[in-house]
């Protein structure tokens, strides 16, 4: 059950887009895409303003120490990697069962977010 539980998170994205697919096959719909050029400029110049407001969300203040960029770069994958030497340890050290299960569900999450992405990426790539 818990190898189920590490794979599920990273094949749920590509499941979802190959269902999406063969609806859009049968249907014969390309979904909400833009119909003309004029549409699709709206849609990017929409998608830009978003990323722009994420981004100055996300600005650090000026001056910000080097050492606090570059903490907030590799937090998450600090974390990820934390979460995995405890599920490692907790599976040798012998801890209790159902918090062993937790560990590995939050370690296959992680994974999941480290190479996932990335693996579902070439999938698709390879599919097209």
């Known amino acids: 059950m818990s190898l189920l539980t590490m794979i599920a ?10 269902l999406r697919g063969l ?12 119909q ?3 549409e ?4 990017m110049e929409a998608q830009t303003r978003r990323v722009q ?8 203040p000026d001056g910000a120490a080097q050492w ?14 934390g979460v995995v030497a ?6 040798y050290a012998g801890v209790d069962p159902i918090f062993l ?4 569900d939050l370690s296959g999450a992680s994974m999941s977010f480290i190479i996932g992405e990335r693996m579902y990426i070439k999938l698709r790539g390879a599919a097209k």
């Open 68 to 81: 606090v960029v570059n903490l907030r770069g590799a937090f998450r994958y600090v974390v990820c990697g």
């Open 9 to 18: 998170p990273a094949l749920v994205p590509a499941l979802s887009d190959g």
């Open 40 to 43: 699709a400029i709206q849609l």
């Open 53 to 60: 407001a994420l981004a100055e969300l996300d600005k650090l």
């Open 101 to 104: 299960a937790l560990l590995y």
């Open 23 to 34: 609806i859009a096959k049968f249907t014969g719909s390309a979904g909400a895409q833009p």
């Open 36 to 38: 003309n050029v004029g």
């Open 86 to 91: 405890a599920t490692v340890a907790g599976t």
